[in-house]
T-cell receptor, first 111, second 112 residues
Framework: DGGITQSPKYLFRKEGQNVTLSCEQNLNHDAMYWYRQDPGQGLRLIYYSQIVNDFQKGDIAEGYSVSREKKESFPLTVTSAQKNPTAFYLC??????????FGPGTRLTVL | QKEVEQNSGPLSVPEGAIASLNCTYSDRGSQSFFWYRQYSGKSPELIMFIYSNGDKEDGRFTAQLNKASQYVSLLIRDSQPSDSATYLCAVNRGGGNNRLAFGKGNQVVVIP
């Protein structure tokens, strides 16, 4: 069963804590993306990776970090430097065309 | 000017009517255009993509692209209550990095 999985579905973070969001895909896609969505807002690009062992900052990378050690995996760490992390986080992967497909998302809440 | 703009406010349409959504973009170098549907609390799902000027039809959905005027639209014919969702317009950014710019979305409410 091919697709993109994200875990956990819901995540709660305390002030000053780093948390890592998981994104896995078995679609054999080279490119993967992380977006953030706030209520009533469009998706904003955090980081993206076009190939294993390479990634670039998106529009709002401050306070986030990523790694791309395997083609299937692109985890996102929300660090304590991110002052307003409460949001819906979406991971996507891209086929050879421009089309991006999304995982189910992780909803992060700061306590 | 924002990269991708969608007209604001929810769109209410009676069941069976046509819903019309518009999107304008600023980068003349954009070549690929997408419409995603997002149900409340869920992730976006792709419903249409279009690359060439003109119309592209897929079932009850029609995407229309006019590169000269820099707009792309989505028509939903015979609207159903299951079409009630937010529709996101996305445009490929120029520069060869295969990044998408998203509009804020249009909420569609189909009234039975």
């Amino acid at each position: 069963d091919g697709g993109i999985t994200q875990s956990p579905k819901y995540l709660f973070r305390k002030e000053g804590q780093n948390v890592t969001l998981s994104c896995e895909q078995n679609l054999n896609h080279d490119a993967m993306y992380w977006y953030r969505q706030d209520p009533g807002q469009g998706l904003r690009l955090i980081y993206y990776s076009q190939i294993v062992n390479d990634f670039q900052k998106g529009d709002i990378a401050e306070g986030y970090s990523v790694s791309r050690e395997k083609k299937e995996s692109f985890p996102l760490t929300v660090t304590s430097a991110q002052k307003n992390p409460t949001a819906f986080y979406l991971c996507a992967s891209r086929a050879d065309t421009d089309t991006q497909y999304f995982g189910p998302g992780t909803r992060l809440t700061v306590l | 000017q924002k990269e991708v703009e969608q007209n604001s406010g929810p769109l209410s349409v009676p069941e069976g009517a046509i819903a019309s959504l518009n999107c304008t973009y600023s980068d003349r170098g954009s070549q690929s255009f997408f419409w995603y549907r997002q149900y409340s609390g869920k992730s976006p799902e792709l419903i249409m993509f279009i690359y060439s000027n003109g119309d592209k039809e897929d079932g009850r959905f029609t995407a229309q692209l006019n590169k000269a005027s820099q707009y792309v639209s989505l028509l939903i014919r015979d609207s159903q209550p299951s079409d009630s969702a937010t529709y996101l317009c996305a445009v490929n950014r120029g520069g060869g990095n295969n990044r998408l710019a998203f509009g804020k979305g249009n909420q569609v409410v189909v009234i039975p």
